[in-house]
């Protein structure tokens, strides 16, 4: 089915700034709470917020296979589960009422009312009920760095790396949407030289995390797989994940299972969940990878993503510094490697899953995804604009992630993913 939404000659007869990330090429998916206290499922062009439900109500879906409710609900993951086809033809439909050309609604100012929003009259939710979250560490980059820092410089890769994309369960319980503060964790940290008791107490090396999260519609049963080359079709879309960790906690757990306690204390996500579909205008070849793939990673084509990322770090009360810029093509395994090797066992995944890509560094020190990177484990602190320095994240810092793909016609972002970082409860 062609993606008519994606016609980047197409104008709405919504007012869309130049520099939004929301044309109407975009049309992501959303739950957000209205004025009048609804919580409804909708879409976003420019600076106004679209309610799906009131769209859906006044007839403006007809000929596309859809239950009453399926917008009228507090997550998008039944919505989700109904499969590419449908979201293709609500995207497309979308895309056809805003159009300049079509003055159903636009004439319409009884429905216009019921419909649309200004995007400070509503509030945004948590946009899926997150069954299971997955977390990679997919940037050979980061992968690196990070081994010279918590392991050995000579032995920075560990051998599997190059050969499997590398894993692990994280929990869906503390993923929260953009603006949700965040408090500083406790834990326990190694003990300090020369003794046996660890350290405890409120983290004092909490870090971001840039990454990104895709999200699925149910793809296999339970002892089946998914092939590569049907992966990205199970993929609804993607959103700016801010994967919180706490290195101390994290350097004394993580051996021999893995992150546990440094991670699980809070991701944030962006709200507006962009489609594999809106995204199509900006693949790019595939990474080159050091071994050939074993036969089930092994795909040729354009299977990454040219997106620009970027975080900022805001004091209170001062002004914000850029402290990174990334891109999602740095990632070394693409989001259908993941899906293909996450399946590979049999494991189902299910409408609302959430997979992070880990953080995304590239190539140069400034495009560094963590504190951790950027500050070399606090040897190299950054100064920030009004002075201050950072080695990681202080209490009252705003954490902000943005990320957007553009080429000569169109722009397609996803808005901001921010966290503020609240004095830990002791
Ligand atoms: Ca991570």
Avoid at 52 to 73: M, N
Avoid at 324 to 348: D, E, I, R
Wanted: charge should be negative; proline fraction near 6%; charged fraction near 20%.
């Amino acid at each position: 089915m062609e993606i008519t939404a994606n016609d980047p000659n197409r104008k709405s007869w919504l007012t869309v700034a130049v520099t939004s990330d929301f044309p109407i090429q975009n049309i992501p998916f959303g739950v957000f709470l209205t004025k009048d206290d609804i919580i409804t499922i909708g879409t976003r062009i420019g600076d106004y917020a679209i309610d799906l439900a009131a769209l859906h109500q006044l007839g403006y879906f007809e000929g596309i296979p859809l239950t009453d409710d399926i917008f009228l609900q507090d997550t998008l993951n039944d919505f989700i589960a109904d499969g590419r086809k449908t979201w293709r033809l609500v995207r497309n439909r979308i895309a056809e009422i805003f159009d300049e050309n079509n003055a159903s609604l636009k004439d319409n100012a009884t429905h216009r009312e019921k419909i649309i929003f200004t995007i400070d009259e509503i509030e945004m939710q948590l946009p899926v009920n997150v069954g299971d979250y997955t977390d990679f560490y997919a940037s050979k980059e980061h992968a690196t760095n990070v081994g010279c820092l918590f392991r050995d410089p000579e032995n920075a890769l560990l051998p599997n790396w190059l050969h499997i994309p590398i894993g692990y369960h994280g929990r869906s319980s503390s993923i929260i949407p953009s603006g949700t503060p965040v408090r500083r964790p406790v834990g326990q940290s190694r003990p300090a030289e020369g003794t046996n008791t660890p350290g405890f107490g409120p983290s004092k090396l909490v870090d971001f995390e840039l990454e990104m999260a895709f999200i699925t519609t149910r793809a296999n049963d339970l002892g089946e797989r998914i092939s590569i080359e049907e992966a990205e079709n199970y993929i609804f879309g993607l959103v700016l994940f801010n994967d919180w960790s706490a290195r101390d906690i994290q350097a004394w757990e993580y051996v021999p299972l893995g992150p546990f306690l440094g991670k699980s204390f809070a991701s944030t996500i962006s709200p507006w969940i962009v489609t594999l579909d809106a995204l199509e205008p900006f693949r790019v070849n595939n990474p080159e990878q050091v071994h050939e793939p074993l036969p089930y990673l092994k795909k040729e084509g354009k299977d990454s993503y040219d997106i620009n990322l970027q975080v900022g770090i805001q004091p209170e009360g001062a002004e914000e510094t850029i402290v990174c810029n990334s891109n999602f093509k740095y990632m070394y395994w693409t989001m259908a490697q993941q899906l293909a090797h996450h399946t590979v066992n049999g494991c189902p995944v299910n409408a609302g899953d959430m997979m992070g890509s880990g953080t995304i560094s590239g190539p140069t020190k400034d495009s560094y995804g963590s504190m951790l990177e950027l500050s070399w484990r606090g040897q190299n602190p950054l100064t920030l604009k009004d002075g201050s320095q950072r080695k990681f994240i202080n209490d009252n810092d705003t954490v902000i992630l943005r990320g957007y793909a553009q080429n000569e016609s169109v722009r397609i972002g996803f808005g901001e993913c921010t966290g503020k970082v609240l004095p830990a409860k002791e």
